[in-house]
């Protein structure tokens, strides 16, 4: 339990200062097209980032390096699965919304107001009573059905995602972190049910749908992260994938995984799973926008517009 909780821990932290410095390689990006006189180029019709933006942003070295981290936090989030209840390891790890929100302040010049830092006691608070009341976690086996009714939904919510992210444009923030965080949650489900995982067998892991499942819902919940994060508030955008990545793989692992929480204290992985979800919603919600957090010094770099993504 003990070495589940610090791969999560540490998964948490990959992600959640992997996402500021994704955040921080946008909208360097973003400055130098709008400095090319570029305000619309790499936009779309509906407002929203093009593939092409979305590609130059990909490849500033704060960007690169945050995706480093998250393919870092990936791996340790993985293990964390396998470790523990789904409801506290992919809780754990979304607690990446708190260490997004502090270094926010250092790296993108945003001020946190007191309800936000309010909201993120919650959120820590809410961990603490998860941790104490979490139990054994499930066996992880499951129907070969419901390992192809995993592939088929991941394919309905990020084809659905990405479709959305053309049609909506700059409206599709928290949308898009919205089901990055479902492709998130659907990783962790999929790593829970791997099969030929242990022992390892090749030939049965590239033969599971939930193989696949994976590869679709990490790559295209990247790309939804990334847009999410270019036009829209990193702290809004995080939240919304906070409560996609928690609320759904929670549900799954105690319905159908078996994961439980420890004898008589089930109203308090309740309670701390209610409050985790909330809080980081809360966050979103009473976030002041990015673009008017920053501070003079830093107005150059880190203020384009939505319109100027690109």
């Known amino acids: 339990m003990i070495i589940g909780l610090v791969t999560a821990v540490a998964a948490s932290a990959c992600y959640g200062t992997g996402s500021v410095l994704q955040a921080v390689g946008s ?26 933006s979305t590609a130059k942003a990909a490849v500033t070295w704060e960007f690169m390096v945050g995706t480093v981290l998250d393919f870092v936090g990936f791996a340790l989030g993985a293990l964390a699965a396998r470790m523990l209840p789904l409801f506290l390891s992919q809780t754990v790890i979304s607690a990446n919304l708190v260490v997004t929100a502090l270094l926010s302040i250092k790296m993108l010049g945003i001020r946190l107001n007191k309800r936000e830092v309010m909201s993120i006691g919650v959120v820590c608070s809410a961990l603490v009573l998860l941790a104490t009341a979490a139990g054994h976690e499930g066996s992880g086996e499951a129907a070969r059905s419901t390992h192809w009714w995993l592939l ?105 995984l078996g994961d439980a929480s420890r004898e008589g204290l089930a109203w308090m992985a309740v309670l701390g799973f209610l409050l985790a979800v909330a809080g980081a919603v809360a966050v979103a919600w009473f976030g002041e926008p990015d673009a008017h957090a920053a501070t003079p010094s830093t107005a150059p770099e880190q203020e384009p517009t939505p319109s100027t993504v690109g």
Request: a neutral charge; proline letters at 3%; charged letters at 10%.
């Open 27 to 52: 909208r360097k990006s973003a400055q130098r097209e709008a400095a090319k006189g570029a305000s619309t180029a790499g936009t779309t019709q509906h407002g929203g980032p093009s593939l092409s």
């Open 152 to 256: 088929a939904i991941t394919v309905v919510l990020m084809g659905g995602g990405w479709v959305a992210v053309h049609f909506l444009g700059s409206k599709a923030a928290i949308l898009a972190g919205l089901l990055s965080g479902l492709g998130f949650g659907a990783i962790g489900v999929g790593v829970r049910i791997l099969d030929g995982v242990d022992p390892f067998d090749l030939t049965t892991l590239l033969s599971d749908p939930a193989f696949y499942a994976i590869f679709i819902a990490g790559s295209v919940g990247m790309y939804l992260h990334t847009v999410a994060l270019q036009i829209g508030s990193v702290n809004g955008a995080t939240a919304a994938l906070v409560v996609g990545e928690t609320v759904l793989p929670g549900i799954i692992g105690v319905m159908w």
